[in-house]
């Protein structure tokens, strides 16, 4: 079974930028649409950025501009590199197939606050 390990989490201030990945087992990063998700407390986990198999990529308006999702089929590792970071982005981070198939991760904490 594929499992997805979510890294690279921590506390930043505004402004600040990290990067994200996300480490598969399996061979999916080139088979399946790939995407990093979020989940703040009290709320539902949410879709924040999208890469397809031909490479398009899709952003949820907050973060457009400002978060890069790419892979490395090679390494089947999903990365998120989130810039100008504000504390509203505050929120575990997991990735999964868009739609969700996989078992989630523990995903990777980010912080924003000053």
């Known amino acids: 079974q594929v499992q997805l390990v979510e890294s690279g989490g921590g506390l930043v201030q505004p402004g600040g930028s990290l990067r994200l990945s996300c480490a598969a087992s399996g061979n999916i990063v080139n088979r399946y649409t790939m995407a990093w998700y979020r989940q703040a407390p009290g709320e539902q986990r949410e879709v924040v950025a999208t890469i397809v198999t031909n490479g398009n990529v899709y952003y949820k308006d907050s973060v457009k501009g400002r978060f890069s999702i790419d892979k490395d089929g090679v390494q089947n590792t999903v990365y998120l590199q989130m810039n100008s970071l504000r504390p509203e982005d505050t929120a575990v981070y997991y990735c999964?197939?868009?739609?969700?198939?996989?078992?989630w991760g523990p995903g990777t904490q980010v912080t924003v606050s000053s």
């Open positions: 999964n197939t868009n739609p969700s198939l996989i078992p």
